[in-house]
């Protein structure tokens, strides 16, 4: 079946500084990606949309700034949290489309787990 | 605009026990319904789907029909495990580029 690969899995950083998130579709190519941002209680945030070659929508309350999305391939897109502060210490989860007949699927990454000291 | 609802949880059962977890929809057309686990520590996983009106979508045991008169997707195991403890999320898409996910509901599973 479809994967969908993220990397790192885990990932510990000083504050201040800034950690690169990246999301690979392995098998098959996506127009558009998610990302989400997963708070203690497991609500899913969606925090922006990635469409390959465009800039990505991001949600309201999403600082653009600060989470930085890049899809410059059908197969890749990253997530930069610049300047990384301990209150974006989260679990962050992307997700691609997988286009098929007459409706899309959705695959998520393994997950994230930010942790700015 | 589309939108899911979902039982709150968390739910506790027995081993063996029977589970339903809600989940109704708000959509305007005919958008396809997904149910997505995930288990401790990982990203999220599709368990099963449907794409039109009473269809069933079933993996693992679980099951859920696509009720378009009552605007529902219930998701249904007849006997769970303790394996089957995870966060369940109910979630729709109306286009196929853009889903609606519910809060998720914490099932856990007790020997």
């Known amino acids: 079946g479809a994967v969908v690969s993220q990397h790192p899995s885990r990932v510990i950083c000083k504050s201040g500084t800034s950690v690169k998130i990246e999301c690979r579709s392995l098998d098959f190519q996506a127009t558009t990606m998610f990302w989400y941002r997963q708070f203690p209680k497991q609500s899913l945030m969606l925090m922006a949309t990635?469409?390959?070659?465009?800039?990505?929508?991001?949600e309201q309350g999403v600082e653009k700034d600060k989470f930085l999305i890049n899809h410059a391939s059908l197969t890749l897109s990253t997530l930069t949290v610049t300047s990384a502060h301990p209150e974006d210490s989260s679990f962050y989860i992307c997700s691609a489309v997988r286009q098929g007949r007459g409706s899309g699927e959705l695959f998520f990454g393994e997950g994230s787990r930010l942790t700015v000291l | 605009g589309d939108s899911v609802t979902q039982m709150e949880g968390p739910v506790t059962l027995s081993e063996e026990a029977f589970l339903t977890i809600n989940c109704t929809y708000t959509a305007t057309g005919y958008p396809s319904l997904f149910w997505y686990v995930q288990y401790p520590g990982e990203g999220l996983q599709l368990l099963l789907k449907a794409t039109k009106a009473d269809d069933k979508g079933s993996n693992k045991g679980f099951e859920a029909t696509y009720r378009k008169e009552t605007t529902s997707f219930h998701l249904e195991k007849g006997s769970v495990q303790v394996s089957d403890s995870a966060v369940y999320f109910c979630?729709?898409?109306?286009?196929?580029?853009?889903?609606?996910f519910g809060t998720g509901t914490s099932l856990t599973v007790i020997p």
């Open positions: 979630a729709l898409s109306p286009t196929g580029n853009q889903f609606y």
């Open positions: 990635s469409n390959e070659g465009s800039k990505a929508t991001y």
